[in-house]
């Protein structure tokens, strides 16, 4: 047992040598060890490296925003994709009522200069009547959707271009 005390002592008489000759001598492990020498070496390179760690990090965490930004960016464009879509298919229908509108108004037109009794060139002009304000109402519905379609197109380009732009300045980090 004393011998093993002996030893022991001798080592750590050897470490506070090494110490007191060397004051950039490290503990052994990562970065450290009996032949650092300099700030170089051992714990102040260690120390040098958190820095950059750290800014590797913020790059990582700015790399994954933008990149978060440009999926949200291309999730909402979708959405507005599908509302764009119905709204085409309004506007499809808008447009074809205007146009049954206009068939049926000259229609009646035609049938009213040939109707013979009072009462059926009444009902003919009538019909005129409500054809020609439903063609005018069906032809403005129709404009007021290409107006909005117009705006949702510019909106998601605008949000397609966005995500672009991201994503290059994501992969410039």
Same mark, same amino acid.
């Given at each position: 047992m004393s011998d093993m005390l002996a030893l022991r002592l001798e080592s750590l008489a050897a470490d506070w040598q090494v110490r007191r000759f060397n004051p950039n001598h490290a503990p052994p492990g990562a970065g #450290? !060890?009996?032949?650092?020498?300099?700030?170089? !070496?051992? $714990? %102040?390179a260690a120390k040098q490296q958190k820095p950059q760690r750290a800014a590797n990090a913020r790059a990582a965490r700015a790399?994954?925003?933008?990149?978060? &930004?440009?999926?949200? +960016? +291309? $999730? =909402?464009? #979708?959405?507005? =994709? #599908? %509302?764009?879509? #119905?709204? &085409? $298919? %309004?506007?499809? %229908?808008?447009?074809?009522?205007? !146009? &049954?509108?206009r068939t049926a108004k000259a229609h009646h037109a035609k049938q009213h200069k040939a109707a013979r009794q009072h009462h059926i060139k009444a009902?003919?002009?009538?019909?005129?009547?409500?054809?020609?304000?439903? $063609?005018?109402?069906?032809?403005a519905t129709a404009a007021a959707l290409g107006g909005q379609i117009a705006g949702l197109v510019k909106r998601i380009d605008s949000l397609r271009a966005q995500a672009k732009a991201l994503r290059a300045q994501a992969a410039k980090l």
């Open positions: #450290g !060890g009996q032949f650092t020498s300099g700030p170089q !070496g051992g $714990a %102040q790399k994954g925003n933008l990149l978060k &930004r440009a999926r949200a +960016d +291309d $999730a =909402e464009a #979708g959405k507005l =994709e #599908g %509302q764009l879509k #119905g709204l &085409r $298919a %309004q506007q499809a %229908q808008a447009l074809a009522a205007a !146009g &049954r509108h009902h003919h002009a009538k019909a005129v009547a409500h054809h020609t304000s439903a $063609a005018a109402t069906a032809a």
